[in-house]
């Protein structure tokens, strides 16, 4: 091999390993594609005649489409099965499905997100039926209630950070929009003691709009 051949063929392996280097080090650099998370969690819901906060647990994961874009499926837990309501009653299971969009650096990254789903509450009220007594008004009535399942959207904000390439933590913000439809009740006329006889009446579809607030922890692989 002459002197000229053997500068070229050292030029090219020297062009070889820099284009290595750099191509391991935006690699390394790279966002991790999957992400889980576990999460606490608070939502605020508007009863109609009133707002009770509601704790929570609940799971999250998420794809990272790019840096900036990612899909996300969430899962909420609320386990208070005291609350009484027509239509969010009892406990509540939430499921979001929907996207994260926003600007990622080193150590944070803020992100807007829409997420549809559905919410769920164990007590929604279908009978309302007079007992007979007549001493007690609390126990005049016997309320028959049944799981009742209402559309979700949760938009708002993110903010999250990243203590390490694998490890990061998430604070997020929102307003969980419900929509409720018509719903019928059965209640019944007549005088104490009966006979009574069904009355079908309707509570007209409605939206309502309920803070949400989150805060967890993830890993990232």
Same mark, same amino acid.
């Given at each position: 091999?002459?002197? =000229?051949?053997?500068?070229?063929?050292? !030029?090219?392996?020297?062009?070889?390993?820099?284009?290595?280097?750099?191509?391991?080090?935006?690699?390394?650099?790279?966002? =991790?594609?999957?992400?889980?998370? !576990?999460?606490?969690?608070?939502?605020? $819901?508007? =009863?109609?005649?009133?707002?009770? /906060?509601?704790?929570?647990?609940?799971?999250?994961?998420?794809?990272?489409?790019?840096?900036?874009?990612?899909?996300?499926?969430?899962?909420?837990?609320?386990?208070?099965?005291?609350?009484?309501?027509?239509?969010?009653?009892?406990?509540?299971?939430?499921?979001?499905? +929907?996207?994260? @969009?926003?600007?990622?650096?080193?150590?944070?990254?803020?992100?807007?997100? !829409?997420?549809?789903?559905? $919410?769920?509450?164990?007590? +929604?009220? /279908?009978?309302?039926?007079?007992?007979?007594? /007549?001493?007690?008004?609390?126990?005049?009535?016997?309320?028959?209630?049944?799981?009742? /399942?209402?559309?979700?959207?949760?938009?708002?904000?993110?903010?999250?950070?990243?203590?390490?390439?694998?490890?990061?933590?998430? $604070?997020?913000?929102?307003?969980? $929009?419900?929509?409720?439809?018509?719903?019928? @009740?059965?209640?019944?006329?007549?005088?104490?003691?009966?006979?009574?006889?069904?009355?079908?009446?309707?509570?007209?579809?409605?939206?309502?709009?309920?803070? =949400?607030?989150? !805060?967890?922890?993830?890993?990232?692989?």
């Amino acid at each position: 091999m002459n002197k =000229q051949n053997t500068i070229l063929a050292t !030029a090219a392996i020297l062009l070889l390993f820099t284009c290595a280097h750099r191509a391991a080090r935006a690699q390394s650099g790279e966002t =991790q594609k999957f992400e889980v998370a !576990a999460q606490f969690s608070t939502l605020s $819901i508007d =009863q109609g005649f009133g707002t009770r /906060t509601e704790p929570g647990v609940g799971g999250r994961f998420t794809y990272n489409l790019t840096d900036n874009l990612a899909l996300e499926a969430e899962g909420n837990f609320f386990p208070d099965n005291d609350s009484f309501s027509f239509r969010t009653g009892g406990r509540a299971v939430e499921g979001l499905f +929907g996207v994260k @969009i926003g600007k990622r650096y080193k150590r944070f990254g803020f992100f807007g997100k !829409a997420r549809p789903g559905f $919410i769920s509450f164990s007590r +929604g009220v /279908t009978e309302v039926i007079p007992t007979g007594v /007549t001493t007690d008004p609390f126990g005049a009535f016997d309320f028959r209630t049944r799981h009742l /399942t209402h559309f979700a959207l949760d938009v708002g904000g993110v903010v999250e950070f990243y203590p390490s390439r694998r490890i990061f933590t998430r $604070i997020d913000i929102g307003d969980t $929009i419900m929509r409720f439809g018509q719903t019928t @009740i059965t209640t019944f006329s007549g005088l104490i003691g009966g006979p009574f006889t069904p009355v079908l009446f309707s509570l007209p579809g409605d939206t309502t709009h309920n803070f =949400q607030f989150s !805060a967890g922890v993830g890993f990232r692989f």
